[in-house]
């Protein structure tokens, strides 16, 4: 999980969430994109021997005490590498239905009930000005919070830990959306992995359990 750092495997076919996200996007958005940011992280990192021990996630965490000359590299590509990741792993062919157990409890708690969440997770996704991501967060507190980053900022650098992301920058839907944002964010909660963003909760939240 250190450098050189690997673009990770989907676990699924281009075309396994169709036709929620098409197989033309999902292609040309791995191979492509996330290749991208993954070889310019590695680039960035190279002549820096004392960060190759760190993840992605690592070093977006220490952001602000990063030196300057590799900083932005890491900020734009190392969140670039990390929010592809976590995007895949939260995705599912025909997704799973709901939240189950403590997630969904505490989203009932954070949002009033899973349809209010939703709401809000897409208002802040449709809402983020152009190229970013809307994000659902685990807070310093532990608390589930809804908000968006632009470009490739990752919560994690303001520290917060994100558990679900939705990639709102074009490339991820223009193709088969067009301009309808709106609607190729309806369309994600079809295959969201909620029992994958369930195990990100309970290990965001033992982690700050333990850290306090
Ligand atoms: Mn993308």
New binding site residues.
Partial sequence: MAYPHELPELGYGYDALEPHIDARTMEI?HSK?HNGYTNKLNKALESHNSLHGYSAEQLLRALPTLPDEVRTGVRNNGGGYFN?TLFWETLKPGGSSAPRSDLGGAIDSAFGSFDKFKETFSGAAAGQFGSGWGWLVVDPFGNLKVTSTANQDSPLSSGSTPILGV?V?E??YYLNYQNRRADYLQAFWNVVNWDVVGQKYADAKGGWISSV
Wanted: net charge negative; charged share 15%; proline share 0%.
């Fill in positions: 958005h994109h592809h990639d920058w490339h991820a």
